[in-house]
């Protein structure tokens, strides 16, 4: 059996968009992260890009027994990425809390994120997944005395996403 390593996942963040921005109210996305912060060589796993649609029961009596479902609102799944916090070499932190002011707080708007399966450009072949996101969590260092210190980044997804492939 073939394996496949996903060894050059581009993940790129920020708070301005070129173009149509994904999110709450938008149609059609297109363009880029403006202002970009490359969290590419911090990340360790995760960031997993997927999405779900809510489904609704709608059985009723003529449903002959069984339970009928209509799909609902899609929605984004969190991106959660494991990523090496290194307080010593590691910039990671003063990206998620100055470049990207940190856990959001009521009435802050949402930050971008686009990653690529690699790092090469946009493509039908390497589409990027885009969404408008909020920071949900940041965990900034965790492990014991001796163990690789790692932090715990989380992003909510907000409105629209979208594949872009140019």
């Known amino acids: 059996m073939a394996a496949f390593a996903n060894i050059s996942r581009t993940t790129l963040m920020g708070t301005t968009w070129t173009g149509t921005a994904p ?29 779900s649609a809510n489904m609704v029961d709608i059985t009723h009596m003529g449903a002959l027994g069984y339970t009928v479902v209509i799909p609902g609102i899609t929605t984004g799944d969190t991106l959660v990425f494991e990523a090496n916090s290194d307080w010593a070499a590691s910039q990671l932190g003063v990206i998620v809390r100055t470049t990207l002011d940190g856990v959001a707080r009521p ?22 997944f885009v969404a408008a996101v909020y920071i949900s969590k940041w965990m900034p260092y965790g492990g014991a005395v001796g163990s690789k210190a790692a932090a715990t980044l989380e992003l909510t997804i907000t409105g629209t996403f979208v594949d872009l492939t140019s």
């Open 23 to 51: 999110g709450p109210a938008v149609v059609t996305p297109s363009g880029t992260i403006a202002s970009t912060s490359d969290i590419t060589p911090f990340v360790v796993s995760g960031g997993d890009p997927g999405w």
């Open 107 to 128: 009435g802050d708007v949402p930050i971008y994120v686009d990653i690529k399966p690699t790092s090469a450009a946009r493509s039908a072949t390497n589409p990027s």
